[in-house]
């Protein structure tokens, strides 16, 4: 099976300011798999590289006949890479999915009609006015999630506020894990009051006492706690059982459609809500990610967004709606060589 | 969606003594569903009656489309009986595969090279003679599962030490739950000696005591120990969660191939086995079930090789192995009418 890398270079509508830095351009390796497609994310704070998915790329044997979709996915050798393992098998099902011509919400037979409203990110920004035009210029999306994580939660809130003040639509946030257990405990009951209709990462990565916090100590009627990086592939989901209120599943942390699928299935099974999300991503990888849409609570699909050189047309969003193409496997084609 | 109820009486090729009874006969229900076809099979130890299950075909509501499978399935309304639910998932996924075009497993990406042995049920009988004459008769299963619960473990191990003199087989035991856990506790090492592969259930289906003390003081290098009562719907699969090796998983216990799969990525998640079973049943619903068969580690789908007039073909064993029809859907034909 002829296997392909390719180099993009994301140029990015505005730079990302988040409470890890900021970027203005994202380098994502795309992997072409005979006649199918896939994407890897090169997200910094993961520690991906170009270098070591292009590696894998290359390391990958001869895969099976991707017709038994499940005995490619297990030949896929593991990586330290999440993303590059997500890219082969988001390759690997779009080929089955071109081999059986049908669409993959189809091969799962998921109902596109079910997709949840989508969000649009709005990151922070370098002053205040500037902050406000970019809530303004966000004003067509009816879910807008604001990234947090300016350096305090006083200075949070007043992000939150600016955008209540600028903006009718429904608000979301992600604190991106810059919070302590205690400041949360303050800062979450303000933010229900404001309507926030979700809060992501409240507290940090490996928090897990922190989280034990905020279930202990805060009002049963809050907005749901969505965990995003305190989860990763689906051996982290038990971990998080009775501690958080949903998990934010992107496929370039866990590794692809295959255990996105297992860790909706077990969110499910703790009673959990299920967000579907994504990185700086062409639409290769954010089609992928919304076909799956339909089992979600939450889609957060707009790592394309935020990019203006996207050479692939998949999903999109007409009448605040996602809309799946119809074309067999992703669905994608490339509208720019 | 036009729906029909068909009665069929199920002769069995010998009367199965259990620890419940015995019986010679067996009425399921086959449910056409426009050109698809689903089974509930009747078993009266689970309180199913025909009339319960026809009323609950005869109470369907107008279904959706069921291209989109998962609205459809979730459409079904709830009932007492889990075999009525199943018949309606089976034939649910058979019109869906039907519409696609496309065999269940290859919609599940699956390989049906990696379908297990299956197993073959040997059950008591009236006297050690005819219990020779009926393991003897069984000489060409390669993998014989002994039906146990014969009065005390004593005479139970006889059978099994009647088997071992028998035949050269591969052995595995279904004690349906006859024992208690401190009778379990000498019994099983001394199943172990002879080479028993697997032993189901050894204790009672409520007896979630008596599944820790086995767990708690039996040697670590014993065989498998199966849940099969102990475990009914999705819902019942995290109680068993560190006190059983595995699960038998039955559609007509379920409630269906979607329930059946969710069990299977629970079970797969807390590193238990997963083996899947049937009832009393013809090629429709022994069929439906091994289509997910590759996902198993034991098979047990012999409930259509107990009764002499089967209207269906469809899954064979050929060379010790399952192989899957191709047809779309299900993939059975009625050979009689």
Redesign the interface.
């Known amino acids: 099976m002829p296997i392909r890398s390719e180099k993009l270079a994301l140029q990015l509508e505005n730079p990302f300011k988040l409470s890890y830095g900021a970027t203005t351009i994202r380098e994502n390796v795309l992997l072409h798999l005979d006649k199918a497609i896939g994407e890897a994310a090169v997200v910094p704070y993961y520690g991906e590289t170009p270098e070591r998915i292009i590696g894998y790329f290359e390391s990958l044997p001869p895969l099976?006949d991707p017709?038994?979709?499940?005995?490619a996915?297990d030949a896929l050798p593991p990586s330290e890479s999440a993303a590059a393992r997500a890219a082969a098998d988001i390759a690997l099902h779009d080929l089955?999915g071109k081999q059986?011509d049908?669409p993959l919400y189809?091969?799962?037979?998921?109902?596109p009609a079910?997709a949840p409203q989508n969000s649009f990110t709005v990151a922070m920004a370098d002053d205040e006015t500037s902050y406000r035009e970019r809530l303004r210029s966000a004003q067509k999306y009816p879910l807008i999630k604001l990234k947090l994580g300016s350096g305090t939660p006083e200075t949070d809130l007043d992000l939150v506020r600016i955008a209540r003040e600028e903006l009718p639509n429904r608000l979301c946030v992600d604190a991106n894990g810059a919070w302590t257990a205690e400041q949360g405990i303050k800062a979450i009951p303000l933010l229900a009051e404001i309507g926030v209709i979700f809060i992501e990462q409240p507290v940090a990565k490996e928090d897990f006492e922190g989280w034990r916090d905020l279930k202990t100590h805060l009002p049963a009627h809050i907005p749901p706690l969505i965990a995003d990086e305190s989860v990763q592939g689906?051996e982290s989901?038990?971990h998080l059982m009775g501690l958080v209120d949903g998990i934010n599943i992107k496929l370039a942390k866990c590794g692809g459609l295959r255990p996105a699928r297992?860790m909706i299935?077990?969110a499910?099974?703790y009673g959990m809500q299920v967000m579907i999300g994504c990185m700086i991503e062409t639409s290769v990888a954010i089609t992928a990610a919304a076909h799956l849409a339909?089992l979600a609570d939450y889609a957060d699909l707009d790592g394309n967004l935020l990019i203006t050189n996207d050479p692939y047309r998949g999903v999109k969003i007409e009448n605040e709606r996602i809309v799946l193409p119809d074309a067999p496997g992703l669905g994608v084609e490339r509208c720019v060589e």
């Open positions: 099976p017709f038994f979709l499940e005995d996915l089955w059986l049908q189809k091969l799962w037979g998921l109902n079910h689906v989901v038990p297992q299935a077990l499910r099974a339909p």
